[in-house]
Nanobody, 121 residues
Framework: QVHLMESGGGLVQAGGSLRLSCAASGRIFSISAMGWYRQAPGKQRELVARIGVGGITDYAASVKGRFTISRDDAEKMVYLQMNNLKPEDTAVYYC???????????????WGQGTLVTVSS
């Protein structure tokens, strides 16, 4: 089985910064896309940022210019640097990866359990 473990969430004042980390473990042959999603109370889960194999990134309009996603394939890690945080960034942040367990298997998807980010005004 493959597991994702997020860390780095917490309470921060508006304008502050946090860095989220996500570590993948288990039977992983290769990882394609890696991403961060978030879900605020009473709202649907939404894409925050994702990064492909070649380092191509995609960001939600609301975080562009403030958040930076990066990956370390050797360590099977994905990071989210969040700067100039706003109260509306408050949410549970989830890590997500698409991976293969072997060269012959199709792509699978796994989610982490989430880490809470709270931004106070």
């Amino acid at each position: 089985q493959v597991h994702l473990m997020e860390s780095g969430g917490g309470l921060v004042q508006a304008g502050g910064s946090l860095r989220l980390s996500c570590a993948a473990s288990g039977r992983i042959f290769s990882i394609s896309a890696m991403g961060w999603y978030r879900q605020a109370p009473g709202k649907q889960r939404e894409l925050v940022a994702r990064i492909g194999v070649g380092g191509i990134t995609d960001y939600a309009a609301s975080v562009k210019g403030r958040f930076t996603i990066s990956r370390d394939d050797a360590e099977k890690m994905v990071y989210l640097q969040m700067n100039n945080l706003k109260p509306e960034d408050t949410a549970v942040y989830y890590c997500n990866i698409n991976f293969r367990s072997s060269w012959s298997q199709g792509s699978l998807e796994v989610w982490g359990q989430g880490t809470l980010v709270t931004v106070s005004s």
